[in-house]
């Protein structure tokens, strides 16, 4: 039997063009009946020789396998040191290998792989392989990678991966979205070795830059935060990932959102959302879910600080149109730590000023409700889609780079967001009807976009604000407002 001719034909080559063995095909390869055979077939013995009996037991173990040994092994042609790694204890835990030739000994000084970076700690060093010929030894390290290609699971966030350790991506499309720190590109990692699951088959690679690798600190300590926080409104991360040896190559793993961002979602046509009692609930329930996953942020001492519709993510899932997510979080900061790095946030957020709170560039410190205002500034923009339509809120875009003005008593509301407020409190006929709309209107107009930090609401506020709006909302009274003007033929 060639079982060394079946391993190269599971063989799959990853966009970076190496090859790697799935992680489905190691098991099948190294299945009971097959290592039993295989044994069997080399070694000319019995399957009921105490030797084959211990040998397929250490390579199939449940807990401590030896399966990509064994197929190791078998791509070399040295099944023979099957027997020495056995009773060395060497199993898969403790691959990858490296070797150094000691020149006195003439033999390899084989030891398990750390990261350069590690400090303390023991190094496992395998004397078992001092008795192959170098060859031997050699030809193991090579063939050792295609086994070795990452496996996700929910249980481990951190990666670091060697210089040769394959990354399983099948496929990497062109399009990306570039930023401060990184790309975004949409991958497709093969299915053995994405064991999350997911509500997509397509995973989101951001790619940090080579000399950002303080942000990628900085973005791993946020993202761990988020993992623990397992809030349906905040995207989910997967991993992180970079590679040892100071290449500079890393970056992290998330669900793609094939909704796009929360701007893409509103320049579609859809219908008059206001007028519509399940996109009505739908609104109500994203506005509920974003607000709470900004205090479960803030209940965790971060700030996001770069809240805007291109942060905010929609994925098909749950109630139609699906479940909006805060993405972004690499400049969310430990509260003791943001002011410190004022400059860098204000460098990262480039072409955010428009969601920028009046107090940013003017206090020593950033509040609590810094967030609250970018908050207020996206929901007004979302009421205003749910009204007008997209017609409607691009005007306001395109007559306005900030929600607020400067004049001679300090920040003010921006003239142009004045107006948009006053013309919706008419439509609405606040005073008349207390409706959903009208609820959402005084809440963000009054409590959130309020230039004065110091009086602004806290999330939480809003938050308990939304979570009552949303219990009234089973009230198709409550939920839509009869009074609203019709719309031109533009205004999606």
Not at 49 to 69: D, R
Not at 414 to 426: D, F, G, I, Y
Request: proline residues 5%.
């Amino acid at each position: 039997m060639n079982l060394e001719n079946r391993v190269r034909g599971k063989l799959c080559k990853g966009v970076d063009g190496q090859g790697f063995i799935p992680d489905a095909a190691i098991n099948e390869l190294s299945s009971l009946d097959t290592v039993q055979r295989y044994l069997e077939f080399v070694l000319r013995q019995d399957s009921s020789h105490p030797s084959i009996v211990e040998l397929v037991k250490y390579v199939t173990n449940q807990t401590g396998p030896a399966k990509k040994v064994f197929l190791i092994l078998v791509l070399c042609g040295h099944l023979e040191h099957l027997s020495s790694l056995l009773q060395a204890g060497f199993s898969d835990k403790h691959l990858p290998i490296e070797c150094d030739w000691n020149s006195t000994t003439e033999r390899y000084i084989v030891t398990t792989w750390r990261e350069p970076e590690t400090h303390g700690g023991s190094t496992l060093s395998w004397e078992a392989f001092g008795g192959w010929p170098a060859a031997h030894v050699t030809s193991f390290a090579e063939n050792q990678w295609i086994f070795l290609a990452p496996v996700f699971t929910p249980h481990v966030f951190d990666f670091v991966l060697p210089q040769r350790c394959p990354f399983p991506i099948l496929k990497k499309h062109d399009h990306s979205k570039r930023g401060y720190a990184g790309s975004v590109y949409e991958v497709k990692i093969h299915e053995d070795h994405m064991q999350i699951e997911l509500g997509t088959k397509s995973i989101a690679m951001k790619e940090m830059l080579p000399n950002k690798n303080d942000y990628y600190l900085k973005e791993a300590a946020s993202l761990r935060i988020i993992r623990e926080l397992k809030h349906d409104h905040l995207i989910q991360p997967l991993a992180a990932y970079r590679r040892s040896g100071g290449s500079g190559l890393c970056g992290f793993l998330f669900p793609w959102a094939e909704g796009g961002n929360l701007e893409e979602f509103w320049k579609r046509p859809t219908k008059r959302a206001a007028a519509d009692p399940e996109l009505m609930k739908w609104f109500l329930n994203q506005l509920r879910g974003l607000s709470g996953a900004t205090e479960a942020l803030h209940l965790k001492n971060c700030r996001h600080t770069d809240l805007k519709p291109l942060n905010i993510l929609l994925f098909h899932e749950g109630d139609s149109p699906g479940t909006l997510r805060i993405a972004d979080v690499g400049l969310a900061k430990i509260h003791d730590d943001i002011t410190r790095h004022r400059q860098e946030i204000t460098n990262a957020k480039t072409g955010s000023l428009r969601y920028e709170p009046p107090e940013f560039r003017r206090t020593n410190q950033l509040s609590r409700v810094f967030d609250v205002w970018s908050l207020g500034c996206v929901f007004l923009e979302f009421l205003t889609w749910t009204i007008y339509g997209w017609g409607r809120l691009n005007d306001l875009v395109q007559h306005t780079d900030r929600f607020w003005m400067e004049t001679d008593d300090g920040p003010q509301l921006h003239s142009e967001v004045k107006a948009l407020v006053e013309e919706m409190r008419r439509d609405l006929i606040i005073g008349v009807s207390e409706t959903a709309l009208t609820e959402c209107l005084v809440l963000v107009s009054e409590k959130m976009l309020v230039p004065d930090w110091e009086t602004r609401s806290k999330v939480s506020d809003v938050h308990l604000a939304l979570r009552n709006v949303c219990k009234r909302g089973k009230e198709e009274s409550y939920l839509l407002n009869k009074s609203l003007p019709s719309l031109g033929p533009s205004s999606n």
